[in-house]
C-alpha cells in the first residue's frame, strides 16, 4: 500500500513538474490552436468574414434538416406503397374474397403510387436548389481549413449603383456575365498555339540531344582496334540492346532534319495567335487578377441584393476569397 502511494505520489510530482515547465503562454497558444481546428470561424477576421461563414453554415444546417425530412417523407411514402403492393398480391391470390375488395385494394395502391412521386420530385427539386450553396460551404469550409495561416480581411468594393429601371438580379447577372467573359480568356490562353520561333528552339534541342546520343564512338576502335560502338536502346523486356536508328540518323543528318522539322513548324504554326510561355505567366496573372476583382464585385451586388430582401443564390464556384471578403492564396476550383 506505501509503495502504490509513493508511485502515486511520484506521479504526481512529475505531472505537476512538466506543468510547471512551460510558461501560461505555451496552454493559452495550444489551446487557441484546438479551438481553430475544431471551429473554422475562428480562423476568419472578426466581422463579415466570421459572420457570413456561420450564416451559410446554419443555412446549411437547414438545408440538411429539410433534405433529410423529404427524405424520411419519401422512404415512408415508398415502405406504404410497397407494403399495399404486397397486399394487392394477396388479394389477387385469393380470388375467394372477391372483385369488390380487390377494386378497393388496387385504388388505395394507385392511390399511394401518386403520392410517392410528387415527394420524389420535392426532395429533388431542393436539393437541386440547394445543391451550389452545399457545393460552396464544402469549398469554403475546407480552403479555411487548410490554411497555414490565419486570413487578413479585405475591403470590398462597394455595389455598382443600380441603373435607371435596373433590378438587383440583373446587376448580378451583369456581374456574372463579366466573370464568366474573363473566365473564357484565361481558357483561351490554354488553347493558344506556342510561337513558331520557341517551337524551333526546342525542335533544334530535341534534335542536338538526339543526334548526340546517335553519335558511332569510334574510341574502342581507334584504341584497340575493338568494334565501333553504335548507339543502342536497352528494354526490359528485351535481354539485348536493339540499335537505336533514329538517334543514328539524327547524327547522320542532323541539319536536314532540323530544316524539315522547321518547315513542318511554319507550315502549321499560328504565330498571330500565339503565345510563349512568359507571355502566359503574365497574361495569365492579369486575369485572374481582373477575375478576382469581377467576382468581388459580383459578391457586393450579391450583399446589396441581400439587403433589399432579394435571395440570390451564390455560384457553387465562386471565389472564396470574394464571398469571404478576405484575401489570401487562391481558391482550388
Known sequence: MVEVNSFYMATVGEARGATQAYPPEHYRSQAEVLRKQTNLAARLPEGRPREKFTRLEELIAERHALHDLLQRRFEEARELKQAQALRVREFELQPVTGDGALTVERAELAR??????????????????????????????????DQAQDLAPFDAPPAPPLAPGESHADAIDAARAEVFAIRGKLQDIDFAPYPSDWCKQRARAQIDALAE???????????????????????????????????????????????????????????????????????????EAALLAAERIEEAAIVAAEAAGVLIVRRADADIRSFLEISGPAPRR
Open 112 to 145: 399511394l403510387a401518386a403520392e410517392v412521386a410528387p415527394v420524389a420530385e420535392r426532395r429533388a427539386e431542393a436539393w437541386k436548389k440547394h445543391e451550389p450553396e452545399v457545393a460552396l460551404f464544402a469549398r469554403t469550409r475546407d480552403y479555411v481549413r
Open 213 to 287: 546520343r546517335g553519335r558511332v564512338n569510334v574510341s574502342p576502335s581507334v584504341d584497340t582496334g575493338a568494334p565501333a560502338i553504335f548507339p543502342g536502346l536497352s528494354f526490359r523486356e528485351v535481354d539485348k540492346e536493339i540499335p537505336d536508328g533514329l538517334a543514328l540518323v539524327a547524327w547522320l543528318h542532323r541539319d536536314a532534319l532540323i530544316a524539315r522539322v522547321e518547315r513542318e513548324i511554319d507550315e502549321n504554326s499560328d504565330d498571330r495567335s500565339a503565345l510563349d510561355p512568359g507571355q502566359r505567366k503574365s497574361l495569365r496573372a492579369e486575369l
